[in-house]
């Protein structure tokens, strides 16, 4: 394996520390919850069954897909609902 190869595969694991260590922390916000169904393309919080990664929604209002929102704030948004069990906060 080259050096560079090397380099790369290491800032690579880095990098994937820091997004699994971002997302942890934004779900770990009190007073927060996840609200799916109403994330635009490209804006979702984090991966679903589709993909592993925040941003990659492909579609708008994709039933998977979902995003952080104040508690409460969901039930307003039309198409909106809340994630239960352990993901809400």
Same mark, same amino acid.
């Given at each position: 394996? !080259?050096?560079?190869?090397?380099?790369?595969?290491?800032?690579?694991?880095?990098?994937?520390? =820091?997004?699994?260590?971002?997302?942890?922390?934004?779900?770990?916000?009190?007073?927060?919850?996840?609200?799916?169904?109403?994330?635009?393309?490209?804006?979702?919080?984090? =991966?679903? !069954?589709?993909?592993?990664?925040? =941003?990659?929604?492909?579609?708008?209002?994709?039933?998977?897909?979902?995003?952080?929102?104040?508690?409460?704030?969901?039930?307003?948004?039309?198409? =909106?609902?809340?994630?239960?069990?352990?993901?809400?906060?």
């Amino acid at each position: 394996m !080259s050096q560079s190869t090397l380099i790369k595969t290491a800032l690579t694991g880095v990098m994937a520390v =820091g997004l699994v260590t971002m997302t942890t922390a934004a779900m770990a916000k009190p007073g927060m919850e996840k609200c799916m169904g109403v994330a635009a393309a490209g804006k979702n919080d984090c =991966g679903t !069954s589709q993909h592993a990664c925040a =941003g990659m929604a492909k579609t708008d209002g994709d039933k998977e897909e979902w995003v952080l929102v104040p508690k409460g704030t969901c039930e307003k948004l039309a198409g =909106g609902v809340v994630k239960a069990g352990k993901s809400t906060m």
